[in-house]
């Protein structure tokens, strides 16, 4: 039913679920079966899916699912049928087996740069960025490189990724996207003061900046970070 590569293939993929809930990336299966290139990976997994041992989760990374194994690929429990492969079906009890959300990724929107310090002007880029889904709350979201140094008594610092629910608006001390002018973006507390705005720093080294209400604009909430250690 499998060629010897689709079985191989099958089962180092189920077996990194089954060690850390989250699939090898195409890199790390090219480098297991020893191929030269991502493209014979790709149709190995196309060619599983086609059989109905494989599926790519929808709308995130490196998010594949075994459906189920043929017996040959899994520790024998008896005697298999001569001239054909057992198949085993993996639905039941799978939760039990593997974390599913350990491997839940999604790619949120990555616009660009926000300052954590004075604003800059408004994110324009866009590209995505892999998240893991635990780190996001309900909600529609998306992903800010952090620049500048005010916000890192918050713990928030340059280079980090923020990763921010879309809201227009805040609650008394949230950290918020502000939009200052229709141009100008930043990341800071938000508070009011009577008819004004105020978005604080956490770095005693910078001073609130205080704006008419109709100057700013909440863009989002900031839901989670992401951190890359070089």
């Not at 689709?6 to 297991?32: T, V």
């Not at 890192?152 to 990763?163: K, M, P, S």
């Amino acid at each position: 039913m499998l060629t010897a590569k689709q079985h191989e293939l099958l089962h180092f993929i189920q077996q990194r679920l089954d060690a850390s809930g989250i699939s090898p990336s195409f890199e790390e299966m090219k480098e297991a079966l020893g191929l030269k290139s991502k493209s014979g990976i790709h149709r190995l997994i196309s060619a599983l899916e086609e059989r109905g041992f494989l599926r790519r989760l929808p709308n995130r990374a490196r998010a594949l699912e075994v459906l189920k194994v043929p017996e040959a690929a899994k520790p024998a429990a008896g005697a298999r049928e001569p001239g054909r492969e057992n198949v085993v079906p993996l639905r039941k009890p799978a939760p039990a087996l593997r974390p599913i959300a350990a491997n839940d990724i999604v790619e949120v929107p990555l616009h660009g740069k926000i300052a954590a310090g004075v604003p800059i002007e408004a994110f324009e880029d866009h590209n995505n960025l892999a998240v893991p889904a635990a780190l996001l709350g309900s909600g529609e979201h998306y992903a800010l490189e952090v620049s500048g140094d005010s916000m890192v008594e918050a713990g928030i610092f340059d280079g980090d990724y923020a990763l921010i629910q879309k809201a227009s608006t805040a609650r008394e001390g949230d950290i918020v996207v502000a939009l200052v002018d229709g141009q100008d973006a930043t990341l800071k507390y938000f508070r009011r003061e009577g008819q004004m705005i105020r978005l604080d720093p956490a770095n005693s080294a910078y001073e609130p900046q205080r704006y008419p209400a109709e100057r700013v604009i909440v863009q989002g909430r900031l839901s989670g970070l992401l951190r890359r250690y070089h």
